[in-house]
Structures are given as C-alpha cells and as structure tokens.
C-alpha cells in the first residue's frame, strides 16, 4: 500500500465518527457549516493560497530550539510531511525555532510551488536582514520564501525604527526571493502600528478567547486586526491554544478561531502524529 493511500486511510479512521460514508474528498472540502484544516484560502491581497492550518513548528521557540525542533531533523520532517498528506500546505518557522534544518528535509520530498513557508527574522538593520535572507534559503534548501516576517516587534514605533530591515525585505522581494512580508507582534502599539502600516502585507497575530500570552484583550487585538484587514492585510493566527494554557479546552479555542472572520488561517504546533491528526479532526467537526 503506497504511503498516501495509507494515510488516507488512518485519518478515515480518525474522524470516522463524522465522515460516515463520505469520501475523503468530500471530507476536506468546504461545506456549509464546517471546516477543513485542509480548506485552501487566500492570504489578503498577497496573491498566496494555502491552507487554513499552519503546521507550527515553534512551541516556546526560542534559542534556535523549540517543542517541535526536539523530535529531531527526521522526527519534524515526517510530522510535516504527515499534515501535508492530510492537506495541510503551510509550514510556520523561524530561525528562533531551529527549524530551519527539519523544514528544508521535508521540503526535500515535497513540490515546493504547493507549500507556503513562512519564516521570521530578529534583524532590525539591512545588511544584518540581508544576511539572515540569504542564510534562511539556503537553510531552507530554497530559492525563495513565502513570507517573511520582522519577529517578535513590541515598539510603537517600529515602522519607523526599522525602516532599513523593511527596505531590504522589499528589495528581496522585488528580486523575487521573498513572495510577501510582514510581522509577528507582542505589544498593543507594535500591533496597531502594523495594522496601519502601508508596507505590511501579513499580520501573525496571537488570538485565543480567555486573552492568554496576547497583546490586548480578545475583543481590542480583533479590532485592531479588523483595521488591517480592511486595508487589504493577510491576517494570520498564532497562539491559538493560548500556548497551552488551552489545550484541555481546545474545542473551545478553535471554534473561536474559526468564528473570526477576520482570521486567513492560524497556526497550531503539533508536537506529535496523533496530536496533529486530532487538531485536523477537531477543526472539521467545529462550527463558526
């Protein structure tokens, strides 16, 4: 039996509870009501399509290590070739992460114009952002990334501040190695600053419904995610299960991502095959 067929047939087992009869196309594709981890949709104006679920790869991703990272080179690339057998077609990284390594040995066996890799850089200076562009390819073990990401900014004034990196993102997209840009956000300011930012193409935002490890409280961080929405942003999730602190209640979580439709797509770190096959389960039986 190939490793597809497979695979097809352990997540037919999975979510045999609400597949019934169904096949397994008609079980990732869009119907009235539900889900699919695996539906495909667009990234605001960027021109990108990819899944609604990001397979995460930085659950307390610092110090180039991370959750995920820990499953070794081999460990994380089979878990990601796994989501991408169940459709999923976006890889989150970071050079925080350490997961460069684990995503270029997926990427090996995949074809690479159907995933979307998105990665994030520390830098604040040009030449430090340049060097990190080219490092990140050819750690990656490709010609261009998807998205890149300024990490982590919690300045009001970042756009300004950091106005050299941003330059050099969009020369490395001008050149083509770089599909779109954006930033991941930890303060209130830095958010709004985003949202309103002309340059800022997608947003990675932490949302989650009791407020856990966000900028602002759920109802201020969707305003604000609304404000860049409205001009054309990409607006992508991340922190989904508050860290962890949702994981009992992960139900709860992703019909709440699910019921904003200000959301792309969101981010999950699974940190294991059945955990991710759980997440894919999950997701479909949610309703908005």
């Known amino acids: 039996m190939k490793r597809r067929d ?3 047939k352990s997540v037919m087992g999975v ?4 597949l019934g009869s169904r096949s397994w196309a008609e079980a990732v594709a869009p119907v009235a009501g539900k889900f699919s981890a695996a539906d495909i949709v667009s990234l605001g104006k960027t021109g990108i399509k990819t899944s609604r ?6 659950t307390a991703g610092i110090g180039h290590q991370s959750h995920q990272s820990a499953l070794g080179i081999q460990g994380l690339a ?3 070739l796994q989501g991408y057998d169940y459709g999923l077609r976006f890889f989150d990284t970071a050079d925080s992460y350490g997961t460069h390594p684990h995503v270029a040995a997926a990427l090996k066996k995949l074809p690479r114009e159907k995933i979307t890799v998105m990665s994030k850089s520390w830098r604040r200076d040009a030449a430090g952002m ?3 562009i080219d490092r990140f390819r050819k750690e990656l073990g490709t010609d261009y990334i998807d998205i ?25 997209q001008e050149k083509g190695i770089v599909r779109a840009h954006g930033c991941s956000c930890h303060t209130i300011g830095a958010l709004r600053a985003a949202a309103n930012s002309p340059w800022v193409q997608v947003i990675l935002a932490r949302v989650n419904p009791i407020g856990s490890h966000m900028d602002a409280d759920p109802n201020t961080v969707v305003d604000t995610l609304w404000t860049g929405r409205a001009a054309g942003k990409a607006i992508v999730g991340m922190k989904i299960l508050g860290q962890g602190d949702m994981r009992s209640r992960a139900d709860e979580a992703l019909k709440y ?6 959301l792309d797509a969101f981010t999950i770190g699974a940190e294991n095959r059945n955990e991710q096959l759980d997440l894919i389960n999950r ?5 908005a």
């Not at 979510?15 to 609400?18: E, G, L």
């Not at 890149?148 to 490395?172: F, G, N, V």
């Not at 991502?257 to 200000?262: N, P, Q, T, W, Y």
């Open 283 to 287: 997701i479909g039986v949610a309703h």
């Open 78 to 80: 089979d878990l990601l």
């Open 53 to 58: 679920l990001a397979c995460g790869t930085g």
């Open 257 to 262: 991502a699910l019921s904003l439709s200000v």
């Open 148 to 172: 890149l990401m300024m990490h982590c900014l919690t300045d009001d004034h970042w756009t300004e501040k950091c106005r050299p990196a941003m330059d050099a993102i969009s020369e490395a």
């Open 15 to 18: 979510t045999a509870a609400w």
């Open 130 to 132: 340049r060097a990190d």
């Open 6 to 8: 497979f695979l097809a």
